[in-house]
């Protein structure tokens, strides 16, 4: 068997995430666009794991005899990784899908074939999604660019074999518009509406008078002293001399 046989190798069942395989996108910092998807091969699936490790040898072989000028490299990059482990460019844990799975990208300047479980082209590009499941047909090959060496992972084809949870922030239908916990809520009025049965007061279009100002009545006055009514005394004569008697004694 041809070395450039070892280095390729056909997936088992995987789920495959930055799905790009219709139209190439470039990385960030990066300006040549490629296709490409990241798979996340299950850690159970050891037979596919032994195949890449043994692809990825092959590939190193091939690297000393043609591309490192009969040396292998002491410190050499690797393209797939542990997904329970850190990212190799920042250090971060992997997100919470890559969790009991490997993982590895590989991409190509050519656009790959997509096909269903019954291999037939996919021409609806909305049925390829990251989150799906699929297999893809990969290559490992060496690379000495920029003074960097080692070993990189080159796309071929993909075969999707059932849907999955996407990936992502994609959603469907009936979670947008079904009325559940992420679905359409109806906004709410900016008033309160009336409570049934209950009437609000009519307010009046006139003006209410003011209050009238309180009427005080004066304290009453104590009444004037009643002067005594003096009533003149019958004037009597003197019946001797018949002259009235004024203060005086009769008969004189």
């Keep these: 068997m041809a070395n450039n046989d070892l280095q390729r190798v056909v997936t088992g069942e995987a789920r495959l995430s930055y799905v790009h395989l219709f139209t190439p996108h470039a990385k960030p910092g990066n300006t040549e666009a490629k296709y490409g998807v990241t798979i996340l091969l299950p850690k159970s699936d050891i037979a596919t794991k032994q195949r890449i490790d043994a692809a990825i040898n092959a590939a190193i072989q091939a690297g000393v005899s043609s591309n490192w000028n009969g ?9 797939i990784h542990d997904g329970d482990g850190v990212r190799p460019s920042d250090g971060m844990p992997f997100g919470e899908e890559c969790r009991g ?5 590989a991409s190509s300047k050519q656009a790959p074939q997509v096909v269903d479980a019954g291999l037939n082209p996919i021409i609806n590009q909305t049925e390829v999604y990251s989150g799906m499941y699929g297999r893809v047909s990969t290559r490992f090959f060496p690379y000495n660019s920029n003074g960097k060496k080692g070993i990189g992972c080159g796309l071929n084809n993909v075969q999707k ?53 309180p009427v005080y009545a004066p304290a009453p006055q104590p009444a004037p002293p009643v002067q005594p009514v003096y009533t003149p005394q019958p004037v009597q004569y003197d019946p ?13």
């Design 71 to 79: 040396v292998r490299p002491p410190m050499m990059a690797v393209p």
């Design 101 to 105: 799975h490997w993982v590895f990208t």
């Design 161 to 213: 074999l059932r849907d999955g949870e996407p990936l992502g922030g994609r959603t469907n239908a009936v979670d947008d518009f079904g009325g559940g916990a992420g679905g359409y809520a109806p906004a709410t009025p900016a008033y309160a509406p009336a409570q049934p049965g209950y009437m609000q007061p009519a307010q009046p279009i006139y003006p209410q008078p003011a209050p009238a100002a």
């Design 240 to 252: 001797i001399t018949g002259n009235p008697i004024i203060g005086g004694i009769m008969g004189l």
